[in-house]
């Protein structure tokens, strides 16, 4: 069941605090943040900053399964298009990754994306694209 609500990156930081920074979310300081939750998986991508100053965009994906995720990447994109790629990852079961772009400056409106790819052999596949909007 595919499920959008807005909540804080403590969640994933929770889930893996090794592998996260805990960054404390406040009205003034959060843009926006769309996740979907599955039994398999949570996704998200965040967009922290005011206004059209993006301090950061964060995509992050945290496996729920038994089994490993074999070639994960994660896109980071935006208005200008591709911000960044992030290394792919052998995600392992109750373990997350993450990606962040942070330009710490204005940014043009509109949608900011989180795109998880896994490798299937014949090419790559998405899991799941999250977008969070930058007004």
């Known amino acids: 069941?595919?499920?959008?609500?807005?909540?804080?990156?403590?969640?994933?930081?929770?889930?893996?605090?090794?592998?996260?920074?805990v960054v404390p979310a406040s009205p003034a300081l959060a843009s926006d943040q769309s996740c979907v939750d599955y039994a398999a998986y949570q996704?998200?991508?965040?967009?922290?900053?005011g206004g059209l100053h993006v301090d950061y965009t964060y995509g992050y994906i945290i496996n729920f399964t038994k089994g490993t995720f074999n070639y994960i990447h994660i896109e980071l994109s935006g208005p200008k298009g591709i911000l960044k790629n992030c290394a792919q990852v052998n995600l392992a079961?109750?373990?997350?990754?993450?990606?962040?772009w942070a330009p710490n400056a204005n940014e043009?409106?509109?949608?900011?994306c989180s795109t998880v790819w896994e490798y299937t052999g014949n090419g790559y596949t998405v899991i799941t694209k999250e977008c969070a909007p930058v007004t």
């Not at 996704?43 to 900053?49: E, L, R």
């Open 108 to 112: 043009p409106a509109g949608e900011y």
């Open 93 to 100: 079961s109750d373990d997350a990754t993450g990606c962040k």
């Open 43 to 49: 996704a998200c991508a965040s967009v922290i900053g």
């Open 1 to 21: 069941m595919r499920v959008k609500h807005k909540s804080a990156l403590a969640l994933a930081a929770a889930a893996t605090a090794t592998a996260f920074t």
